[in-house]
């Protein structure tokens, strides 16, 4: 009788311990499961978040375009207009309220159009006159090319055999008269092209020298 009594003791002791194991396995199962979704997650979030800048920045883009475009003298001003991630225009006096010339106007616009680039996290952009527009006479000139640049939290992942394990992701860059327009270190990049209007016809009289002719002006 007593030993019967001891077998079942250790018996239940036995069934105590496997159910233990059986939880603490289930317990590390349910925590990998957890991580897993949470991974998920935040990796949609950072592509939702990259998307989001993106958007922001071809909107932004759009918005110079129809500066561009509202300017009837652009052609003539599109020097005016070209500017690099280091340069910080100033406002034009009196904001071009009671009217200004094209160039004025373009030196107007930039400043604008470059204060709006900041609501990005550290954006800034560069403006230049891509290849082979270059080469071309300025009154032949009808692109610009845009690059904005911002901060994004996530870097490529960390490889040491690597240059650039330390770089953020899309790094981009464009032609420019023999160089190059590169997305700076640390900065995730959109690049685009617009068109100038032409609205204004260039008109070289007998001395040389180029005019442009702007109906209604």
Request: glycine share 8%; hydrophobic share 40%; net charge positive.
């Amino acid at each position: 009788m007593r030993a019967t009594h001891m077998m079942k003791h250790s018996t239940s002791r036995h069934q105590r311990g496997i159910t233990l194991i059986e939880s603490l396995v289930a317990i590390v199962v349910a925590a990998l499961g957890i991580l897993g979704i949470l991974g998920v997650q935040m990796r949609t979030l950072t592509d939702t978040s990259t998307s989001l800048r993106r958007a922001q920045a071809i909107r932004l883009i759009e918005d110079l375009s129809e500066r561009l475009k509202v300017n009837p003298n652009a052609v003539a001003a599109m020097a005016n207009y070209v500017s690099d991630f280091n340069n910080a225009p100033t406002l034009v006096g009196g904001g071009c309220a009671s009217g200004c010339n094209g160039s004025d106007q373009a030196k107007h616009d930039l400043y604008l159009w470059k204060e709006s680039v900041k609501a990005l996290p550290l954006g800034k952009a560069n403006i230049f006159i891509p290849d082979p527009e270059v080469a071309l006479p300025p009154e032949q000139r009808r692109q610009l090319g845009v690059m904005i640049a911002w901060r994004e939290n996530e870097r490529v992942a960390k490889d040491v055999n690597n240059p650039d394990a330390n770089a953020y992701r899309d790094p981009i860059n464009a032609s420019l008269g023999g160089g190059s327009v590169a997305c700076p270190d640390g900065f995730t990049c959109h690049l685009q092209y617009i068109p100038v209007s032409s609205r204004c016809a260039p008109y070289a009289p007998g001395s040389g020298s180029t005019t442009y002719v702007c109906p209604g002006a």
